[in-house]
């Protein structure tokens, strides 16, 4: 049975809030999961969801199937993912694009609200560098959330798609993107 909107009130400062990130992809799905009390983020879990090669039709059910079950065992309340952006291969962007919607999918199938950001707002949010390359989203990713050791890269992406949505997508700066456009997946003047 979907739960209400945690949009539709204004939880207190220092109530609980269970975020989602995801980074779809078509072979593996980071998900990551953490706690938003005020201004404190607390790791709950992270993980991969691969995909058998083959039959796409089999392979975003896997994605879905992973993800229903990963909201189903932590009850998030929100979910934040990663935006998808034309790259070179047309063909490798329709696919992660479909992966990217039923990764949507599961989340609407619960009835919880999706917010999605660019790979340079989620970057700037975790790193301070909407430029950063991945190695230091993943060892800032360990150091915010008090991590033994470095996350995988997909549950690394996906866990910092969950702290850019935690701090109101503006993370460490706000990133102002009024007089910006999009130009192969970056924000250009």
Known sequence: MPRPSP????????????????????????????????????????????????????RLKTILDGLREVIGEHRPAQVALEKV????????????????GTAICAAVMHGLPVAE????????AVVGNGHAQKRQVQEMVRRLLKLAGDPSPDAAD????????????????????????????????
């Open 85 to 100: 952006f034309v790259n070179v291969n047309p063909q490798s962007t329709l696919l992660l694009g479909q992966a990217r």
């Open 7 to 58: 949009i539709t009130h204004h939880p207190s400062p220092n109530s609980r809030t269970r975020i989602l990130g995801i980074d779809p992809g078509l072979t593996v799905t980071g998900y990551g999961i953490l706690d938003r009390q005020g201004n404190r983020l607390s790791y709950v879990a992270s993980g991969r969801i691969r995909t058998p090669a083959g039959d796409l039709a089999l």
């Open 158 to 189: 996906a866990l910092a798609c969950a702290i850019c949505h935690a701090h109101g997508g503006q993370g460490l700066g706000r990133l102002a993107t009024a007089g910006y456009r999009m130009k192969r997946g970056r924000l250009v003047k």
């Open 117 to 124: 950001y660019t790979a340079l707002q989620v970057k700037q």
